[in-house]
């Protein structure tokens, strides 16, 4: 699940890896695992960071044209 986390954190390519932290961690809670909460919650802000990155590669060359 860690490792998921730190392969998501690669920019762009990263964002395919997201949904396995999710997947790891709800098995590792059923498991009882509490550490696996804290994996989760790093999946969502790599999320979110990934999102923006994505965006802004999409929003920048617009940027450029309308100059």
Known sequence: M???????????????FVPFIFVFGVVALIRGEHSALRAMGSGVLILIVQLVLWWLLYVVPKWGMQV
């Open 2 to 16: 860690w490792a998921c986390a730190i392969y998501a954190l690669v920019p762009f390519i990263g964002v395919v």
